[in-house]
């Protein structure tokens, strides 16, 4: 099975550099997601990584070890609207695609 | 381009009422669709998927089902409403690149 785990809340300032951990068990996945989701949202795509190492997409990037079972996604120079939850999933083998996701980040920017 | 719809937008059910919620997929062929519902302040939950049509992947045993009528159309389903099916249902559909692509979902309060 999987089971995905990621801290329930973070606060950064505004301006600053965040990085949200993802730790995950599992027998085997296509690739890794990180979703943004804000309050009362359906979840926006963020990034994806298959192999392992650095994507970096403007101020998001995110990183996979596969071997380590972590990820994290890095928010760089954070604005008041990136407060919102940050969703890690995991697109199991042969399981027509389905994602897997973790409970979910609340980061709170501050000014 | 591709679009997905997904409604209502909110609803409020009594219990034992019935339930159908719908979401179409348009600009795609055949695509793999999903049913995801979201407690307040909890992760996704997968409730069912589908890889074609008539074809259904029941992922919890519930209270709801899920039907697939057309290629481009993906129902959720319930006879009698339970006050736990409150909560924000999200239909998405997977991406040649292997992510989802969510509805704007559907905010179910069951009184």
């Known amino acids: 099975g999987q089971n995905i785990d990621q801290p329930t809340e973070m606060t950064a300032t505004e301006g600053a550099i965040v990085q949200i951990n993802c730790t995950y068990q599992?027998?085997?996945?296509?690739?890794l997601f990180w979703y943004q989701q804000h309050a009362g949202e359906a979840p926006t795509f963020l990034s994806y990584?298959?192999?392992?190492g650095l994507e970096e997409k403007g101020r998001f990037s995110s990183f996979l070890s596969r071997s380590k079972g972590y990820s994290y996604l890095l928010l760089k120079e954070l604005q008041m609207k990136d407060s919102a939850s940050y969703l890690c999933?995991?697109?199991?083998?042969?399981?027509?695609?389905?994602?897997?996701f973790g409970q979910g980040t609340e980061l709170s920017v501050k000014p | 381009s591709q679009t997905i719809h997904q409604w209502p937008a909110t609803l409020v059910q009594p219990v034992g009422s019935p339930l159908s919620l719908e979401c179409t997929v348009e600009?795609?062929?055949?695509?793999?669709l999903y049913w995801y519902r979201q407690a307040a302040g909890r992760g996704l939950q997968l409730l069912f998927y589908?890889?074609?049509?008539?074809?259904i992947s029941s992922e919890v045993p519930q209270n709801l089902s899920a039907s697939r009528p057309q290629d481009r159309q993906f129902i959720l389903s319930s006879k009698k409403l339970l006050l736990s099916d409150s909560g924000f249902y999200l239909c998405?559909?997977?991406?040649?690149?292997?992510?989802?692509?969510f509805g704007s979902g559907t905010r179910l309060t069951v009184v």
């Open positions: 599992t027998s085997g996945f296509n690739g």
């Open positions: 589908s890889v074609g049509i008539g074809q």
């Open positions: 999933a995991v697109s199991p083998y042969n399981q027509g695609g389905k994602l897997i």
């Open positions: 990584n298959v192999l392992d």
């Open positions: 600009g795609t062929s055949n695509p793999n």
């Open positions: 998405a559909w997977s991406t040649t690149a292997g992510g989802y692509t």
